[in-house]
């Protein structure tokens, strides 16, 4: 199984980026893929996700309208492409296959992820 993170780079405010996640060794279509990142000295935390059944999409408020998630299963390769980048949004970005579970009161449990990729930076300038 490997997940391979791509697309990283520095960029100005307001600006944008599309990360990709290329997966392998596994079923694509049978899990869900995750988008997390983790900025320095803070916790890593999930950005988004895309589950494998229904292709239900899930976005941490912090960025809900700006990212979106969308998968090329022909390819076997997620997306998250990012507009209106803020200096917040610095950070190492990773994807991972797993279950995507969420509801309206608990977010994505990262525990359910696994196959984690190397990950790629992101960083906004101001």
């Known amino acids: 199984v490997q997940l391979v993170e791509s697309g990283g780079d520095l960029v100005q405010a307001g600006g944008s980026l599309r990360l990709s996640c290329a997966a392998s060794g596994f079923t694509f279509d049978d899990y869900a893929i995750g988008w997390f990142r983790q900025a320095p000295g803070k916790e890593r935390e999930v950005v988004s996700c895309?589950?494998?059944?229904?292709?239900?999409?899930y976005y941490a408020d912090s960025v809900k309208g700006r990212f979106t998630i969308s998968s090329d299963n022909a390819k076997n390769t997620v997306y998250l492409q990012m507009k209106s980048l803020k200096p917040e949004d610095t950070a190492v970005y990773y994807c991972?296959?797993?279950?995507?579970?969420?509801?309206?009161?608990?977010?994505?449990?990262?525990?359910?992820?696994?196959?984690w990729g190397q990950g790629t930076q992101v960083t906004v300038s101001s």
């Open positions: 895309v589950s494998s059944s229904d292709r239900v999409t």
């Open positions: 991972a296959a797993g279950v995507c579970h969420f509801t309206d009161y608990h977010r994505p449990d990262q525990s359910e992820f696994g196959a």
